[in-house]
């Protein structure tokens, strides 16, 4: 499928591995221009390369922390005028018990998955109205419908950045510029594994994968039977980002294999 995005600049907020990069991969391949940030440097550049090599297009990597505001700065002069902007963040730990959360907690939660977000967004917003069309799309997570104890630093604050894009998609619509949020579930990636003697703590068990893959599987039933893995959820985030979805606004379009159980 030709996703009509040759030659478009897209910035990949959060692109150095996981669902960030594998997003990444997917623009590139359609011929996208791209600009991607992380925190880790040497992981950054090497993705840059990779997928520069393997597409053969532009992939300028942005060493950046998006939740604060130097980091966004950093990727507002290296990139001032994208076409496409996607943003995914680094999964916050699991939270064990719920009552030792602290004020600083929920700060951190806030500015990484809510405030970081938002002001990326909002200093785009206006560059991004006045073209023909452009495209936002937020990576976040199913939990932000389906709320789990162990994931209260992840579910709150990307509720609220749903809540956010469904009002300001509406607004901005009019101009072509689509927003629209993908809520993954339940992924095998970088970040996810890298959690994973954290998970064990929290729930007082054992850090061997297999006694924590048999814990999450029992406790968290996945109709299709599996953890995805990134490239499952990287092609729609790709179709999102092109002209393809001209008449698709304000959607929170869940993946997860089933697990969530509402219909709305």
């Known amino acids: 499928?030709?996703?009509?995005?040759?030659?478009?600049?897209?910035?990949?907020?959060?692109g150095?591995?996981?669902?960030?990069?594998?997003?990444?991969?997917?623009l590139a391949e359609a011929g996208a221009k791209l600009f991607i940030t992380a925190r880790r440097e040497e992981r950054l550049r090497n993705a840059a390369k990779e997928i520069s090599e393997a597409y053969g297009v532009s992939v300028t990597p942005v060493v950046a922390?998006?939740?604060?505001?130097?980091?966004?700065?950093?990727?507002?002069?290296?990139?001032?005028n994208p076409d496409i902007l996607v943003i995914t963040i680094n999964p916050p730990s699991p939270n064990g018990d719920f009552l030792k959360l602290t004020p600083e907690d929920w700060?951190?939660?806030?500015?990484t998955a809510l405030i970081g977000p938002i002001?990326?967004?909002?200093?785009?917003?206006?560059?991004?109205?006045?073209?023909?069309w452009s495209r936002i799309v937020n990576i976040a997570t199913f939990s932000a419908k389906?709320?789990?104890?162990?994931?209260?630093?992840?579910?709150?604050?990307?509720?609220?950045?749903?809540?956010?894009?469904?009002?300001v998609?509406?607004?901005?619509?009019?101009?072509g510029l689509n927003i629209n949020n993908i809520l993954p579930g339940m992924f095998q990636t970088e970040g996810a594994r890298e959690l994973l003697p954290v998970y064990a703590d929290a729930f007082n068990l054992k850090p061997d994968p297999e006694i924590v893959?048999?814990?999450?599987?029992?406790?968290?039933?996945?109709p299709a039977g599996f953890m995805a893995n990134a490239a499952d959820m990287a092609p729609m985030a790709a179709l999102l980002c092109s002209p393809l979805a001209r008449f698709i606004v304000g959607q929170n379009i869940v993946i997860d294999g089933g697990q969530h159980l509402s219909i709305l």
């Open 169 to 175: 998609s509406r607004e901005v619509a009019r101009h």
């Open 107 to 111: 700060r951190s939660s806030m500015e």
């Open 65 to 80: 922390d998006s939740s604060k505001e130097e980091g966004r700065q950093s990727l507002f002069e290296a990139c001032p």
């Open 119 to 132: 002001e990326i967004m909002r200093h785009y917003i206006p560059v991004m109205k006045n073209k023909e």
């Open 1 to 14: 499928m030709d996703l009509q995005i040759n030659g478009k600049t897209a910035i990949m907020a959060g």
């Open 146 to 167: 389906n709320p789990m104890l162990w994931r209260l630093m992840s579910g709150p604050a990307r509720s609220a950045l749903i809540n956010y894009t469904a009002s």
């Open 16 to 26: 150095s591995a996981g669902m960030g990069r594998a997003t990444a991969e997917r």
């Open 213 to 222: 893959r048999s814990h999450f599987m029992e406790n968290n039933r996945i």
